[in-house]
């Protein structure tokens, strides 16, 4: 058994007492994180058990915190230190500029199909929610709720849970079928499978949208005025909010139409950002900021919940080594007209396509060796 977790989210209803009531407490919880940040980045004390016994009575006392609470905020700036560590390496003092308050389940919060109990500086309320969606996860037996962070955006309060439930992992022998995915920009995803069918998901509009935002990001930079430094900013959460649906979208279809037990076969694409030399300079915003790793992510947990899995192989000569007599060559491949023209035994294709068909074949060595493929055979 293998564990799922995805993010629930829900739109709470308070009316004009509520809100002031939430927003007092979110803004108290967000000065005391702030607070103990300081603390932190001056003793680099990272342990819970000698913060509280130096900051505890503070936080009580002088923010007016309840005990819960007070372990809360240590438990927020104790996560947001290590992760600056793990993934910068240096001690950097993070700022909590947003009100927030993250909810220990079943201490600070609890919810039930009618309503959504929270601890505020004031006492618990009741508060009643959009349910649409959330129902299905009020079986106890299998999902499991974790710490929820409740936000403030634009006036509307959203509660973000992280739910957690056991999905059987696809085991080898259980495999029926393989797709291999080659990703790119003028093709979203181009794919092969096991019934020697392909298909294409097309990027063009997506490119020219992309465009668009980057041509109007870069207007907007020039004019150094306080408004467009705000328009910025909406366009970009525009931007990623907008690029993320693409990708669900892209995700869903390609899960949904394979069977369960499916092995897609995606190009280790890690260093992709870190490669702009191999890049015409007038390419590189497009190639560099193209959502491949949050389509991964995506395809991957949709994938665990139909029971199919993921390989990421190394994307060496996919699109150079002819699928039929295995001649691998630079030149077998057009980049302009996207067209793959083998050198050798003169087979033609779309460029993309081959990609995926190396990918495919990559996939079935997998199943036959239980061992990833460091790159696709060569001749």
Request: proline letters at 3%; charged letters at 25%.
């Amino acid at each position: 058994m293998a564990q799922m977790s995805i993010m629930a989210k829900i739109q709470v209803v308070a009316s004009d007492e509520d809100k002031t009531l939430l927003d007092e407490t979110m803004s108290v919880y967000r000065e005391a994180c702030n607070y103990v940040s300081d603390y932190v980045f001056r003793t680099h004390d990272l342990k819970q058990f000698s913060l509280n016994k130096a900051l505890y009575p503070t936080l009580r006392a002088e923010f007016g915190l309840k005990s819960q609470m007070t372990q809360s905020v240590f438990k927020t700036v104790i996560a947001r230190y290590k992760t600056i560590l793990e993934n910068q390496k240096e001690w950097i003092k993070p700022s909590f500029k947003k009100p927030q308050y993250d909810l220990v389940w079943n201490r600070d919060y609890s919810l039930t199909q009618d309503h959504f109990s929270i601890n505020t500086l004031g006492g618990r309320v009741k508060l009643p929610y959009f349910a649409e969606g959330m129902s299905q996860y009020f079986d106890r037996s299998i999902y499991r709720f974790g710490t929820a962070k409740l936000v403030n955006k634009h006036g509307k309060y959203f509660l973000y849970i992280p739910v957690t439930y056991d999905v059987e992992e696809s085991d080898l022998s259980d495999i029926c079928n393989v797709v291999g995915i080659d990703r790119g920009i003028n093709f979203v995803a181009a794919t092969y499978d096991s019934k020697h069918k392909s298909g294409f998901v097309r990027g063009r509009s997506i490119k020219q949208k992309r465009a668009h935002y980057s041509a109007l990001r870069k207007e907007l930079q020039m004019r150094h005025t306080p408004s467009s430094r705000r328009r910025l900013k909406r366009i970009g959460q525009r931007e990623n909010r907008w690029m993320q649906d693409v990708n669900h979208c892209v995700s869903k279809a390609l899960v949904v139409n394979n069977p369960a037990h499916t092995l897609f076969v995606l190009e280790d694409l890690s260093g992709i950002r870190h490669a702009p030399e191999r890049v015409k300079t007038k390419h590189r915003y497009v190639s560099a900021s193209w959502a491949f790793y949050d389509l991964e992510q995506k395809l991957i947990y949709k994938a665990k919940q139909n029971q199919s899995s993921v390989i990421k192989v190394d994307p060496r000569y996919t699109s150079q080594c002819c699928p039929v007599c295995g001649h691998t060559e630079k030149a077998n491949r057009n980049k302009k007209i996207h067209l793959f023209t083998c050198k050798n035994c003169g087979y033609k294709s779309n460029d993309d396509r081959i990609g995926a068909m190396n990918l495919y074949r990559m996939g079935i060595n997998y199943l036959y060796d239980s061992q990833v493929p460091d790159t696709v055979a060569a001749e």
